[in-house]
């Protein structure tokens, strides 16, 4: 069983359109995680839930919107689709808010914006 | 600028070698942890190790802390083909939650 899953596994898009990537995660951890990584493999954090509450908001641009329905899923809503957007999008969830905790990772949504 | 830099940022070694990487950090931490991440997957959990312990082994892992440095090293010894994936370090920095924030990672090829 997939511990953390995400669809689509690859997104080809055009400029300007919406898209939605969804996560999912049986683990029954109370936090997750999206990431973003771009083509020089640098990882950086955009959200994090825990509890179906926003508890990490980095500088993202407000096309960006996270969506936690509950504790299991986080969404992720993209509007209005630039070329920069491009990357692989990564999800994460781990037990707690801790910094010591484990995060398991998705395999990523590779999102190409044409 | 980054919490934490690996280095070096490509290592090329042959089975059996010992591969070693280093990761460097700006502000005193609460612990590290080290990551593998496969060509086109997503990241894997390694190891751990908090900020008073200074080495930790795990298989053919031994991974090192000098807090002083502000380093980490990870070692993978007798390395194997499969062991061909990109680390990263990621570091919990102390003073209160702040967010985890993981390095730009080590490319390892292991050439059979």
């Known amino acids: 069983d997939t511990a953390v899953s995400q669809t689509p596994k690859y997104l080809v898009t055009q400029m300007g359109n919406d898209k939605s990537i969804k996560c999912e995660q049986n683990?029954?951890?109370?936090?997750m995680y999206w990431y973003k990584q771009d083509s020089k493999k640098f990882l950086k954090i955009m959200f994090s839930?825990?509890?179906?509450?926003?508890?990490i908001n980095e500088t993202v641009p407000n096309r960006f919107s996270p969506k936690s329905p509950d504790k299991a899923h986080l969404n992720l809503h993209i509007n209005s689709l630039e070329l920069g957007d491009s990357a692989v999008y990564f999800c994460?969830?781990?037990?707690?808010?801790?910094?010591?905790?484990?995060?398991?990772f998705g395999p990523g949504t590779r999102l190409t914006v044409l | 600028s980054q919490q934490g830099e690996e280095d070096p940022q490509a290592l090329s070694i042959q089975e059996g070698e010992n591969a070693t990487m280093n990761c460097s950090y700006k502000t005193s931490i609460n612990n590290l942890q080290w990551y593998r991440q496969n060509s086109g997957r997503g990241l894997v959990h390694l190891i751990l190790?908090?900020?008073?312990?200074r080495e930790k082994h795990s298989g053919r892992l031994r991974v090192t802390l000098d807090t002083s440095k502000k380093s980490s090293s990870l070692l993978i010894t007798a390395s194997r083909a499969a062991d061909t994936a990109s680390y990263f370090c990621a570091t919990d920095p102390s003073g209160g939650y702040q967010k985890v924030t993981f390095g730009i990672g080590t490319k390892l090829q292991v050439i059979p």
């Open positions: 683990l029954g951890h109370d936090t």
């Open positions: 994460a969830s781990s037990p707690g808010v801790a910094g010591g905790d484990t995060q398991y």
């Open positions: 190790i908090r900020s008073n312990e």
């Open positions: 839930y825990n509890n179906k509450e926003l508890i």
